[in-house]
């Protein structure tokens, strides 16, 4: 999963790069909203720890 937040976030700056900005804000948001989708599950994901 990080793989893949790193992926599109290097594919939004490619396409930016390019000059389709809007596209590239749009690709940028995904990558966002997943990386708050992700951060969220690992946020709220009990640790099994036994002392």
Do not use: C, E, K, Q
């Not at 939004?12 to 389709?20: D, L, T």
């Amino acid at each position: 999963m990080s793989s893949l937040l790193f992926l599109l976030t290097a594919v939004a700056m490619i396409i930016g790069w390019a000059g389709r900005w809007r596209l590239a804000v749009g690709v940028f948001v995904v990558a966002f909203l997943l990386s708050l989708a992700w951060l969220n599950h690992h946020i709220t994901d009990p640790l099994a720890l036994g002392f």
